[in-house]
C-alpha cells in the first residue's frame, strides 16, 4: 500500500500569502494519479486537483498543483479567506485508494 | 446537476449490522467506477470500497475485507455498503463518491454510523 505523507501538520498564514503543501509517497504514484482535496468543517472534501496538475471544474487558478513520481506540491498563490481549511492529498494505484493525513491551513 | 444522497446510518450496537445507500441523480450512473469512504469524525478521509461500472468488480482495503460489501443497482441508480460484525472502530461518518481518472469528483454529504451499547 502507498503511504502519504503531507507537511506541515499545521500551515498559518495570513490572507493574501502563499500557501505551499507537500504531499510525499512512499513509492512513485502510478501514472501521476494524485488528487488534492479541500475540506471545511461539517462538508464533505471538493475535489481541487487530479492528475497531479490539472484543476478540477470550477476551481480557481490561485490552486495549483505540480510533482510527479513520489514528491508533488499544491500551491495556493494568494489565500483568500474562503481558503482556510483542511487539505488532503489521495493516490490510487494497484485498485487502491489512500489519502494523506491532512494539512490544516489556518489563518495567522 | 451531480447529486449523491447517502442514507442509512444510525446508533447500532457492537456486533451488528447495517445497509448503507447512496442515490445518485444528474448523471449516468452505470458509466462510473463508485466508493465509500469514511471519515471518523475529527480525523481523515479513509477508502472502504469501491466498485466497477457493472458491478462485477470490488475491492476493499484489508481493514474491512469479510465485513464490508459494496453492491450496486443501475436500475435503480443506487450504491450500496452492507456493514456486518461492527465495533467502535466502525464509527464513522460513511461518503459514497464517484471516481473518475483516479480521483473522486464528486461526494455525497454523509451518512453517520455510530456503534455503541
Known amino acids: 500500500e502507498t503511504v502519504l505523507t503531507q507537511s506541515p501538520g499545521t500551515l498559518s498564514l495570513s490572507p493574501g500569502e502563499r500557501a505551499t503543501l507537500s504531499c510525499r509517497a512512499s513509492q512513485s504514484v502510478t501514472s501521476n494519479y494524485l488528487a488534492w482535496y479541500q475540506q471545511k468543517p461539517g462538508q464533505a472534501p471538493r475535489l481541487l486537483i487530479y492528475g497531479a496538475s490539472t484543476r478540477a471544474t470550477g476551481i480557481p487558478d490561485r490552486f495549483s498543483g505540480s510533482g510527479s513520481g513520489t514528491d508533488f506540491t499544491l500551491t495556493i498563490s494568494r489565500l483568500q479567506p474562503e481558503d482556510f481549511a483542511l487539505y488532503y492529498c489521495q493516490q490510487y494505484g494497484n485498485s487502491r485508494w489512500t489519502f494523506g493525513q491532512g494539512t490544516k491551513v489556518d489563518i495567522k | 446537476e451531480v447529486q449523491l444522497v447517502e442514507s442509512g446510518g444510525g446508533l447500532v450496537q457492537p456486533g451488528g449490522s447495517l445497509r448503507l445507500s447512496c442515490t445518485a441523480s444528474g448523471f449516468t450512473f452505470s458509466n462510473y467506477w463508485m466508493h465509500w469512504v469514511r471519515q471518523v469524525p475529527g480525523k481523515g478521509l479513509v477508502w472502504v470500497s469501491r466498485?466497477?461500472?457493472?458491478?462485477?468488480?470490488?475491492n476493499y482495503p484489508d481493514s474491512v475485507k469479510g465485513r464490508f460489501t459494496i453492491s450496486r443497482d443501475n436500475a435503480k441508480n443506487t450504491l450500496y455498503l452492507q456493514v456486518n460484525t461492527l465495533s467502535a472502530e466502525d464509527t464513522a461518518v460513511y461518503y459514497c463518491?464517484?471516481?473518475?481518472?483516479?480521483?473522486?469528483?464528486?461526494w455525497g454529504q454523509g451518512t453517520l454510523v455510530t456503534v455503541s451499547s
Open positions: 466498485i466497477n461500472n457493472d458491478g462485477t468488480n470490488a
Open positions: 463518491a464517484r471516481s473518475w481518472d483516479g480521483a473522486f469528483d464528486y
